[in-house]
């Protein structure tokens, strides 16, 4: 047996290995260049992070674009790479033990810059300019200094709209906006309205402007349009018609990006008033706490040549909606099915109750529905099936909206077995897009994208049988790009129209359009 000090001397002896595994220093290291001429870049600010964020360590690159960082433990971890001028590079890094190497060629961004101005050319100080692409993502905002003059920095490669003078609840939050007021023409009250570049109202007409790579774009100037404003109010009353005072009101433009665009309360008669309100389409939502639930209504309004002084909205509790998704898909070790999503689409500016998931028997049961029409929207894909029907009792509303409310029938979502299969071969580009040639299936459940693999190979399963275009680019695609109509009916007339039966490959080789979807 050992004695008592020998003892004490292996244990110590694995406390003290123990110890220094766990205070092992790993480094990970490498360089940083410019992408378009492979020069080392200096004074690039690198971090990793573990732990959740809990832990940062940090390094700047040197006059070669060095840098070494000692880090503790391994695995996957955020690293960032980050210079002015420079579009900023994140990625997740495996860390393994002893050394790491990562090595990062960077995209020097475009600085594109203008003015915005008034009537007359005054200055327009304090509004926000936004750069963004079709789809909506990304978007860049930037709020015009005193004399109207605004810039961007670091804006990625592509083509994007430019506009000035939105509003929202978060562009009010920045310190230098300033609104626009309204101002009495002729008797007329004339506020300024959301410009696109080069100078008109309507997204559809704007001029996209293409920015490669380092590119120092001035002149961008835009004068903002101005445009009647209307006064929208109304009443607000509960289901049993009596005036609701103390609801809260928020009025919403289509694009919510930057949140609502005013707030009110109604008075103690449910009376309420938004006094300047631009012509177009908007949301105006309603909220009201009673006995612990919140009631909620909204109306979709169109505010054109005149004030909307009569418009009643009610408000009413939540309810429960149930469904059931029919899928009979074979089951796991564990004998469980793969769960997908339902979510409902508000049609008409009401509030949305999120995503559910479907039960291992098929249930579903949504919460927090209010009235309102929805379209109800199933989310993800299972292996080997594609979704066919959607109805509420015996009506078919896969393409239709439908009117919820706390009577309202069990929906039932169907899907089949055999879809279809797209594959093929992609000259010159790396992203593939198949769009259905019926619009009502222009729906983020029908249309799919795809990456070209090695050989130019591209292939889409799961595909409900009918008739795509395809379309292949040269740059990724927005999903966000896909949802915008007008873009989608210009951009799928030069696509190859295919056919997709059920169970079966159909084989396609296309050519790559230089670009993006746009």
């Known amino acids: 047996m050992w004695s008592l000090a020998m003892r004490l001397w292996v244990a110590a002896s694995l406390i003290w290995a ?48 060095r840098f070494r960082l000692e880090v503790p433990g391994t695995g996957n971890h955020e690293m960032s790479f980050q210079i002015a001028g420079f579009i900023p590079d994140w990625r997740w890094v495996e860390v393994k033990a ?35 692409r079709r789809g909506g993502r990304p978007r860049y905002t930037a709020i015009t200094g005193p004399e109207g003059v605004y810039q961007f920095d670091t804006i990625p490669p592509g083509r994007y709209y430019l506009s000035a003078g939105l509003r929202g609840a978060m562009v009010r939050k920045e310190s230098a ?68 005072g103390g609801a809260a009101l928020e009025l919403a433009s289509e694009d919510e990006w930057f949140g609502v665009d005013a707030e009110a309360k109604s008075g ?28 909620r209504g909204h109306a979709l309004v169109h505010i054109a040549r005149r004030d909307l002084d009569d418009l009643r909205i009610e408000v009413g509790p939540p309810f429960t909606v149930e469904g059931f998704v ?52 199933p989310l993800g894909y299972a292996p080997g099936f594609y979704l066919d029907s959607i109805r509420v009792g015996d009506r078919e509303v896969l393409l ?3 009117d919820f409310h706390p009577a309202m029938e069990p929906f039932r979502i169907t899907y089949k077995p055999n879809p279809g299969r797209v594959a093929g071969v992609v000259e010159g ?15 983020g459940q029908f249309i799919r994208l795809a990456r070209v693999e090695a050989g130019g190979r591209f292939e889409v399963a799961n595909l409900r049988p009918g ?51 746009w």
């Open 18 to 65: 123990g110890l220094a595994a766990a205070q092992q220093v790993n480094v990970v290291e490498g360089a940083v260049r410019r992408q378009a001429t492979n020069e080392a870049l200096a004074g690039v600010a690198v971090t990793i992070r573990f732990g959740g964020g809990n832990q940062v360590h940090r390094a700047t690159t040197d006059e070669d674009g």
């Open 98 to 132: 002893g050394e790491t190497r990562v090595d990062v060629l960077m995209r020097q961004g475009n600085r594109l810059s203008g003015r915005v101005t008034l009537r007359e050319g005054r200055p327009a100080a304090g509004v926000a300019v936004e750069i963004r």
């Open 177 to 244: 906006y300033r609104p626009l007021e309204a101002e009495q023409e002729e008797g007329v009250a004339m506020g300024y309205a959301r410009t696109y570049y080069p100078g008109v109202r309507a997204a559809a007409e704007a001029q996209a402007l293409e920015l490669g790579s380092g590119m120092d774009l001035g002149g961008y100037d835009i004068a903002l349009a101005r445009a009647p404003v209307h006064r929208v109010s109304g009443r607000v009353v509960d289901e049993s018609g009596e005036g609701a």
């Open 268 to 295: 103690e008669d449910g009376s309420f008033e938004f006094a300047a309100v631009p012509e177009g389409e908007w949301r105006v939502r309603v909220s009201l706490v009673r006995g612990g639930v919140t009631l």
């Open 326 to 377: 029919d899928r009979d898909e074979p089951r796991d070790g564990k004998g469980l099915r793969k769960v997908t999503m339902v979510t409902l689409r508000p049609m008409d500016g009401g509030p949305s109750p999120g995503m559910t998931p479907h039960e291992q028997d098929g249930r579903v049961v949504i919460q927090q529905v209010y009235r309102g029409r929805y379209r109800i929207r």
């Open 400 to 402: 239709e909206a439908v």
């Open 429 to 443: 580009g790396g992203f593939v897009s198949l769009v259905p040639v019926e619009e009502e299936l222009w729906d």
């Open 467 to 517: 008739e795509y275009m395809a379309l292949a680019f040269t740059e990724p695609v927005d999903s966000d790009e896909l949802s915008d109509p007008v873009l989608l009916r210009r951009v799928a007339a030069r696509g190859t129209r295919v056919v997709v039966r059920g169970g079966q490959t159909t084989e396609v080789r296309l050519r790559a359009i230089e670009g993006g979807i």
